[in-house]
DNA sequence: GGCTTTTGGTTCATGGTGTGAACCTACTCT
DNA sequence: AGAGTAGGTTCACACCATGAACCAAAAGCC
C-alpha cells in the first residue's frame, strides 16, 4: 500500500468524520421525530407506543422484562403499564406460581392497535427504502449494521 | 429476472424491512446514550451541550437562530440560554441596531469548554469508524448520506 | 416452622425536556 | 402617531425518567 509511513495514527480523514457526526444527527433527529408522530397518530405517548410494540414478539410480559426491554427503570413502568391498562389495550392476568407477577398480555383491541402500528411502522420503513435504488439496499443494510456493531462496541468501552 | 409477475407491489423482502428497523432502533438507543454520557461528562445538561455546539458554526447566534436549529420553541430557548450564561459559558451582548436583540457569544470558558466538547466528540466518532473497515468507511458513510435524506424526503412527505 | 433476605411492583419526590399562551418591549410600516 | 409585528421572558402544563422508600410475596436458611 502507498501510506505514509510518517503518520502514526492518522487513519480517518477530518472530513470523514464531519460528514458522519452530522449525518447521525440528522438520522437521529428524524428517527426522533417519526416516533413522536408515530404516536401521536395512534393517540398513545410515545413511551406507549414503544411498550405495546414490545408484544409483538412476546406474548406474556411482566414489567420486570418490560423494564429490561425498554432499558428503563421499572417504576416508570408502572406509569407506561398502567395507561396502556387504563386505555384497555393489556390487561393484567394474576401469575399462578406467584402472587407477585402480573402477566401483562394484550386485550383485542391492544392486538388490533399492535397490528396497525406494525403495518403502519413497517410501511414507513419501506417508504424510506423506496427512495434507495434497489440494487443498493442490501448494500446499506449491511452497511448499517455493521456500524451499529461498532457502535454498541464503542458504546461498552465507556465502562 | 426470475420475479413473480402477479405480485403488483413485492418490492422489498420482509426480512430486510424487519433488519432495517431494528438496527435503526438500537443505533438511536446507542446516538440517545452517547449524547447524555457527553453531557454528563461535561457537567453539562444535554439541551445545553446541544446548544453550546452550535458556536462551533458561527461566532454570534441570537435566541431566535438557536430556536431554528435545535427545532424548539423559543420559550425553551430562553431557559438554555440562561444555564449557560449561568455557567459563565456565553455571554449576551446588546445588538446596537435592535435593543431586543441580545447577541449571544462563548466567553473563553465556553470557548475552551467548546474546544474539549468538539475534540471528545470527534474522537467518540473516530472510535466507531475504526471499528470499520478502512476499505468500507467511505462506502458506509455514502450510505448514510443516502438514507438520511431518504429519511428526510419521507419525513416531509407527512405534512 | 420461623427468621432473614431477596424480588416484583407501586408510590412519591425530584428534575430534565419541551410546548403554547400571555405578556412586554421595541421595531416597522403606513 | 397608531397598528401591527417580532424578539424574549415567564408561567402553567405535560411527558420522560430516576432513585428512594415501601409493601407484599417468595426463597433461603438454620
Redesign the interface.
Known amino acids: 500500500m502507498n501510506q505514509k509511513p510518517s503518520s502514526p495514527a492518522p487513519?480517518?480523514p477530518?472530513f470523514?468524520?464531519r460528514?458522519?457526526?452530522e449525518?447521525?444527527a440528522?438520522?437521529?433527529?428524524?428517527?426522533?421525530?417519526?416516533s413522536q408522530?408515530q404516536a401521536d397518530r395512534f393517540g398513545l405517548l410515545e413511551a406507549e407506543l414503544r411498550c405495546l410494540m414490545l408484544f409483538g414478539d412476546e406474548r406474556y410480559l411482566t414489567s420486570k422484562h418490560i423494564a429490561r426491554k425498554m432499558?428503563v427503570a421499572k417504576s416508570r413502568i408502572s406509569k407506561i403499564v398502567a395507561g396502556l391498562v387504563d386505555r384497555g389495550l393489556i390487561k393484567r392476568s394474576p401469575d399462578p406460581d406467584d402472587s407477585r407477577i402480573s402477566l401483562l398480555s394484550l386485550t383485542p383491541e391492544g392486538q388490533s392497535l399492535l397490528t396497525q402500528v406494525t403495518a403502519y411502522?413497517?410501511e414507513?420503513?419501506?417508504?424510506?427504502?423506496?427512495?434507495?435504488a434497489?440494487e443498493?439496499?442490501?448494500?446499506?443494510?449491511e452497511?448499517?449494521?455493521?456500524?451499529?456493531?461498532?457502535?454498541?462496541?464503542?458504546?461498552d468501552?465507556?465502562e
Open positions: 487513519e480517518i477530518a470523514l468524520l460528514d458522519f457526526q449525518i447521525m440528522d438520522m437521529a433527529q428524524c428517527c426522533k421525530e417519526r408522530f432499558n411502522s413497517r414507513m420503513s419501506r417508504i424510506i427504502l423506496q427512495f434507495i434497489p443498493q439496499r442490501v448494500a446499506i443494510i452497511s448499517l449494521g455493521a456500524l451499529r456493531t461498532s457502535m454498541k462496541t464503542a458504546r468501552l465507556l
